[in-house]
């Protein structure tokens, strides 16, 4: 009787063709999705090591929202790299702390994106200070 219910457990009611069908895709698929997995890790690790700017010191970022956050972050991270940075920041206090902090690369311009005349004078101070290069 106990091997019965064991022959039962294993065979859900004789049909072991359909079970062991099921087995196979199962595991095809996880080994599909392991390959998957596999070939855009190393995709994504190849392109992205190989991803660079050439003549990166000519070129000028102009970044805004740099008073804190990901924008003071990524001002600082990219002076430090050699980029010329113009960076954008609503008060004269984050400007300020910002230049304190980074070397002649990084200038910084006075934007307000909610207003259209600032967004425009930042713009023409980009424009002059990046030249054909930016």
């Known amino acids: 009787m106990e091997v019965e219910n064991i022959f039962q457990l294993f065979y859900l009611d004789g049909n072991i063709g359909l079970q062991w069908e099921s087995v196979m895709v199962a595991s095809f698929l996880l080994v599909a999705f392991i390959c998957l997995a596999l070939t855009m890790y190393l995709l994504i690790r190849t392109l992205g090591?190989?991803?660079e700017i050439s003549d990166i010191h000519t070129k000028t970022v102009f970044i805004t929202g740099c008073d804190s956050g990901f924008g003071n972050h990524l001002a600082?991270?990219?002076d430090r790299r050699g980029v010329n940075v113009v960076a954008g920041c609503l008060t004269d206090v984050g400007a300020a702390q910002l230049q304190e902090v980074t070397s002649s690369r990084l200038t910084t311009v006075?934007?307000?994106i909610a207003d259209r005349e600032s967004v425009l004078d930042a713009l023409r101070y980009v424009q002059d200070k990046a030249g054909e290069h930016g």
Request: net charge positive; aromatic share 0%.
């Open 110 to 112: 006075k934007i307000n």
């Open 76 to 78: 600082k991270t990219l």
């Open 49 to 51: 090591s190989n991803l």
